[in-house]
């Protein structure tokens, strides 16, 4: 049942933050390698959900799986680092010029004044997932060749970036969950910010492991069909993989660069897995990114969901959206197209607001036939061809671990 009462918000901000421009970013999913791919199919409405066909794996579910990347080891000299994950954050660290866009930064400040902040959920557990159904049958031991640290260790995707982009700054793990690579933006601004930093490289990589599809099949989170964000028949999550990197700086390199202008954490620790019956936690962050950014609800133009499509994730936050923005801003998910990549989620949607805000586009939820008719906010199911300035980007983890962040073209 909605609740008719207002949340009270309070925060400690007083002035607006300073802003943070995206001067270049990478994205890989399921969808296609780089981001001129990645758009192409979001205009044309394409989905890469498929039923699954991962090893080992349930067989009744669908997923979002990045094409090939079992014949993409690392680069050699860097082998001990080879799994999955570190597999796909190689690939899209090599896509859209990024690596030389990386140098650059590196020429122009110095590589120990280029930090990395990088987010992940499971990291390379699917190398231990391989290693320990490989025991010795008699004595349980492990091969002799797993290697935790630079495979499973959360920390492992950050020095193996750090390793090949021979970046020297500081560089930090965020495992926070489905909001992990939104809270490196909060955290590369603060460091930007402090003067810990002159650039950032931020990032976000989760690939497709037996933990996470068993693990939300258990929690009975699935969707036996292709997932469909905010639809009355929604019935669960298809889990995707990607990756996806950008470059933060203090000062922007061209007029079409895009900028961080507010971002709002919160943390509601309803439920390990459920998020706050009224969206608290989510109204919150969206809240906070607004006072931080000294903008308006009603000067956000579009407002990029986190939309897992389960049943309760997809109405807390249409309550929580709808608090914050009213019925009239315009809102959709894009898991329905390449599915949720989980600690990738958070950078996904950041890098898809800042190609909406340069392409005056906004997408709609593929999949998504029949909103519920219970949801009150504008959730789009057509695709809009629109002037926009400002993008607000939504992040919720479990354990009610949310993150928002609000971007804006530089006239804005």
Request: proline fraction near 5%; aromatic fraction near 8%; charged fraction near 20%.
């Amino acid at each position: 049942m909605r609740s008719d009462h207002r949340v009270s918000i309070e925060t400690s901000i007083t002035r607006p933050m300073s802003r943070v421009w995206i001067t270049h970013g990478t994205l890989v999913n399921a969808l296609g390698a780089g981001l001129d791919s990645i758009e192409e199919a979001l205009l044309l409405g394409k989905t890469a959900l498929r039923p699954c066909d991962f090893p080992n794996a349930p067989a009744d579910i669908w997923i979002g799986r990045v094409e090939a990347l079992e014949n993409r080891p690392v680069v050699d000299q860097l082998k001990c680092f080879d799994s999955r994950n570190n597999r796909l954050a190689q690939y899209a660290l090599e896509q859209d010029d990024f690596i030389y866009s990386v140098r650059y930064v590196c020429n122009q400040y110095g590589s120990e004044r280029v930090g990395i902040i990088f987010g992940t959920t499971t990291s390379g557990i699917l190398e231990s997932e391989e290693c320990y159904r490989d025991r010795d049958p008699e004595t349980g031991a492990l091969p002799s060749n797993f290697q935790y640290q630079t495979k499973h260790n959360n920390f492992a995707g950050a020095e193996f970036i750090r390793q090949f982009l021979d970046i020297n700054g500081p560089c930090m793990v965020i495992s926070t969950a489905c909001s992990s690579s939104a809270k490196v933006f909060a955290s590369a601004a603060r460091w930007l910010s402090s003067g810990a930093c002159d650039a950032v490289v931020v990032g976000g990589v989760d690939s497709l492991c037996l933990t996470t599809l068993y693990g939300f099949l258990s929690l009975g989170l699935m969707s036996t069909s292709p997932c469909r964000p905010f639809d009355l028949s929604r019935s669960g999550i298809s889990i995707g993989e990607g990756a996806g990197f950008a470059i933060l700086e203090k000062r922007p390199k061209s007029v079409d660069d895009v900028a961080l202008i507010g971002y709002g954490e919160s943390s509601d620790a309803y439920h390990m897995s459920t998020p706050h019956p009224e969206g608290l936690g989510a109204i919150r962050a969206m809240s906070i990114a607004l006072e931080r950014s000294g903008s308006s609800p009603e000067s956000v133009d579009y407002v990029l969901l986190h939309g897992t499509g389960t049943e309760a994730n997809d109405r807390t936050e249409d309550l929580a959206v709808t608090h914050v923005f009213g019925k009239k801003t315009p809102c959709s998910s894009v898991k329905g197209s390449m599915g949720h990549t989980l600690g990738a989620a958070g950078i996904t949607n950041a890098l898809l607001a800042t190609l909406c805000i340069k392409k005056n586009y906004l997408p709609p939820c593929i999949q998504t036939t029949e909103v519920d008719p219970c949801f009150t906010s504008n959730i789009l199911i057509n695709p809009m061809h629109t002037k926009v300035s400002k993008v607000m980007s939504n992040a919720f983890g479990f354990g009610g671990s949310n993150t928002s962040l609000l971007f804006s073209k530089a006239e804005a």
